[in-house]
């Protein structure tokens, strides 16, 4: 059979390698901010690593996750490390610090695993690009690379990993496994023993991090991609896929951890403004592919990250939009974009560009203004809405950070000015400017407007306000309450908390509801409190976030009223 043409046409010209310094800054400059210096965040990220805390500190079972008591349905896996890393730090590292280690170590594999498997799947003859009649063609290892460069940098440019790859969840551990899995797939046909130890390690991690329908779906996709290929180190993975799948089912049925979480009940525009947004700029990048390459489908180099990229979008779309699963599709997503750039045209590129270099200084402006306000007071307006926005926040001033951003920003102002010079060009040199940006914007957040965020976004404040009406030693009844609200007050109050529905019951000398302010429930929430009143507790206090203008926390003491 006649193979099809490939549509890629490279000279070796523009596959000059990225430098690796350059490369290792960018990954640098996305990976450790954020790392320092933070609380855990409000919400999952919370919730996550209040059950790893209570692991640790012997309020829970390593077999039975729980926080204050009550016991969540949490992959038994991903709170494991957090626990681990918390007790190997105990005396000498802040908990969520030693907790966010090991997972930042996932976002590195994650982006190392991306890296290598666009390399193997860049090498294989249906990649390459066509020869010319004189010579001159891009030679395989340099382009190769050069198509693994510009995955690596699509995947720090998308903006879906930007917080939820620097967050302390389950969902980070199960990205690193999809990843782990596309590059067994494509380094198969280079390597015999490590890829089958991958296929096997991935599968079954990915089903004890909480997501064995995932793992099913991809196992099963994997199977029928082995059994149709012509490539003889791919369909030696036959076998081994066929194990890794078994042992996934196994492993989630041992752990508990299947569970239905599909609905009917679908949002179609909330998806599509998910899909808009969450897989930018690779998506455009990825059709493009799909398009030029449509007579290439079947061939491995897209028919890999094809696979995962439709998988996790599926499992969005049935779990109504969630783009924790979606975040998922993201390393075949990255692939799939980077076999873009061979056949990109020169206006797509300039777009790119353009669009990059606007939205980002945009971005980075704004930072930098709000930065000025609130340390100077000047301009009056933007210090206004912060005050207005996070009532009682006081700047702090850091000279590191200040000094972190300043370098940042004039490493944007030259990667602009090298971009927009007169260079030859490189397949990977339109997604360097997206890159930078995200990385730009990224490392000011989390220098110049940590402070503000972690005093918008953490329960520290709330907890510490708390806690003040609670006597020493004494512990808290949180029947009903949010599990972020439960974390807090273990973690930032380091009381201990009773959150089982009949807490209220317990021997517990001070309880807590969360009451709405405003909105339908606010009738409930006030009976609810007048029940408590009845039942002999007698209401001390009222407290909220400083951000939060929807509910407070009521504080009540036993005793009469």
């Known amino acids: 059979m006649t193979p099809k043409p490939n ?52 309020r829970a079972s390593w077999l039975a996750p729980a926080l204050g008591g009550l016991p969540t349905d949490a992959a038994l896996l991903p709170h494991w490390i957090g626990a681990l890393a918390i007790r190997a730090g105990a005396g000498w590292l802040d908990p969520a610090l030693a907790a966010r ?20 799947l860049a090498r294989s003859d249906a990649a ?88 099913m779906a991809l196992g099963a996709g994997t199977l029928w991609l082995c059994w149709r290929t012509g490539d003889a180190g791919l369909r030696a993975l036959l ?57 290439h489908l079947a061939q491995r180099h897209l028919a890999i990250p094809l696979l995962g990229a439709a998988v996790a979008a599926i499992a969005c779309v049935a779990m109504d939009g969630s783009e924790r699963a979606l975040m998922l599709g993201l390393p075949g997503v990255a692939v799939l974009a980077a076999f873009a750039l061979p056949t990109l045209q020169r206006s797509g590129a300039a777009a790119i560009d353009w669009l990059s270099v606007f939205f980002f200084s945009v971005c980075a402006g704004i930072v930098w203004v709000f930065y000025a306000a609130m340390q100077t007071g000047t301009p009056a307006r933007p210090l206004a809405t912060v ?40 397949i990977w040199k339109s997604v360097v400017l997206p890159a930078g940006g995200v990385a730009l914007c990224w490392l000011l957040l989390m220098t110049l407007w940590l402070p503000l965020l972690d005093y918008g976004r953490s329960n520290r404040p709330l907890a510490e306000r708390l806690v003040r009406h609670v006597p020493p030693g004494r512990c808290i009844a949180t029947p009903q309450a949010p599990l972020t609200l439960v974390a807090a007050l273990e973690f930032h109050g380091k009381r201990r908390v009773d959150a089982t529905p009949n807490a209220a019951r317990g021997p517990c000398p001070v309880l807590m509801l969360v009451l709405p302010l405003r909105g339908p429930d606010l009738a409930r929430g006030t009976a609810l409190a007048e029940a408590q009143r009845a039942a002999g507790w007698r209401e001390v206090a009222r407290e909220r976030r400083p951000t939060d203008r929807s509910e407070a926390v009521v504080v009540f003491h036993r005793g009469p009223a």
Request: net charge positive; hydrophobic share 60%; charged share 10%.
């Open 7 to 58: 549509p890629a046409l490279v000279t070796q010209d523009a596959v000059r390698r990225l430098p690796r310094l350059a490369l290792l800054l960018f990954c640098a400059a996305y990976v450790l901010p954020g790392l320092f210096g933070r609380d855990p965040w409000r919400g999952a990220e919370l919730v996550a690593f209040g059950q790893m805390l209570s692991i640790a500190e012997g």
């Open 128 to 215: 390459q690009p066509l020869p010319f009649a004189f010579g001159g063609e891009a030679s395989p290892v340099d382009y190769a690379r050069a198509i693994a460069d510009g995955a690596l940098l699509l995947l720090i440019a998308t903006l879906g990993l930007l917080q939820l790859g620097h967050q302390t969840t389950p969902e980070l551990a199960q990205l690193a496994a999809v990843a782990g899995l596309q590059w067994a797939l494509a380094a198969a046909p280079h390597r015999t023993h490590t890829p089958r130890l991958g296929v096997l390690a991935a599968l079954s991690l990915l089903a004890a991090c909480g997501a064995p329908a995932m793992a």
């Open 387 to 426: 005050l207005r926005l996070a009532p009682g926040f006081e700047p702090r001033m850091s000279w590191v950070n200040l000094a972190l951003a300043a370098a940042a920003t004039l490493a944007w102002l030259w990667l602009v000015r090298w971009r927009t010079g007169r260079h030859r060009a490189v």
């Open 101 to 120: 280690l090991p997972f930042t170590a996932l976002l590195v594999l994650t982006l190392v695993a991306v890296w290598y498997a666009t390399f193997h």
């Open 239 to 295: 076998p081994w896929v066929a194990a890794a799948t078994a042992a996934a089912a196994l492993l989630a049925w041992l752990s508990g951890a299947w569970h239905w979480r599909a609905t009917t009940d679908i949002d179609v525009p909330s998806l599509a403004r998910l899909l808009l947004w969450f897989l930018w700029p690779a998506w455009p990048l990825a059709l493009w592919t799909l398009w030029h390459w449509r007579k």
